[in-house]
């Protein structure tokens, strides 16, 4: 299974861009890599996913190196309401799905 | 747009009883999930379901039965409710083409006590 590691918390502030990069040496060749947002009380909710190079959706984007070993998600210009849980996976499959602790971001004002 | 929906949203048990969480998605999508999140942890995987008439264990599935009752539906069922089942469960659907990568929708979740 590929296991992500993944920073335990961040900090920034409203305005900024956050990055927060995910560890995933042993991807394999059909893995994707899907990043979730969750906020308290809430279940996950998809942010952006990728395979190779650089993906960009309406609120994030995905950056993924050559070798596919890490990611590294991109949020532009934070706001208070970025505050939340951000997890990393790596899998092609149902069975090999594994969340993780994730990455608890802090936006102050 | 219901999206995913979990019922009940609450619920305490006493040890030993037995229980259903129901999940139904309106998003015709092929794959379901169960997962349980303790405090402070990430989510792990109970059960899941590639497509109707399937079902498959993940990473946590001691204790847990589930059921692909069609399509729509897909039910978790605790036979014999032990106080380390306590958690916050969460139903996910993906996939309307049918590849397992797809991103998944997750409801509200049922928050479960168990005395």
């Known amino acids: 299974l590929a296991k992500t590691t993944q920073p335990i918390s961040m900090d920034s502030y409203e305005g900024q861009e956050v990055n927060i990069t995910c560890s995933h040496n042993?991807?394999?060749?059909?893995?994707?890599i899907t990043w979730y947002q969750q906020f308290p009380s809430q279940g996950p909710r998809f942010i952006i996913q990728g395979y190779k190079t650089k993906v960009t959706n309406e609120v994030a984007s995905l950056f993924i190196p050559a070798d596919r070993k890490s990611s590294t998600l991109s949020l532009p210009r934070v706001s208070l309401s970025d505050t939340a849980v951000y997890y990393c996976?790596?899998?092609?499959?149902?069975?090999?799905?594994?969340f993780g602790s994730g990455t608890r971001l802090s936006i102050r004002p | 747009n219901a999206g995913v929906t979990q019922t009940p949203k609450f619920q305490v048990l006493k040890t030993g009883q037995s229980m259903t969480l129901q999940c139904a998605q309106d998003m015709n999508h092929n794959s379901m999930y169960w997962y349980r999140q303790d405090p402070g942890m990430g989510l792990r995987l109970i059960y899941y379901?590639?497509?109707?008439?399937?079902?498959d264990k993940g990473e946590v599935p001691n204790g847990y039965n589930v059921s692909r009752l069609n399509k729509r539906e897909f039910s978790l069922r605790l036979e014999s409710a032990a106080p380390s089942q306590t958690s916050v469960y969460f139903c996910?659907?993906?996939?309307?083409?049918?590849?397992?990568?797809?991103?998944?929708?997750f409801g509200d979740g049922t928050r479960l006590s168990i005395l």
């Open positions: 042993n991807i394999a060749t059909n893995d994707y």
């Open positions: 379901s590639a497509s109707e008439g399937t079902t």
């Open positions: 996976l790596v899998y092609s499959s149902a069975s090999k799905i594994i």
């Open positions: 996910a659907s993906s996939g309307i083409s049918g590849y397992s990568n797809q991103p998944q929708h």
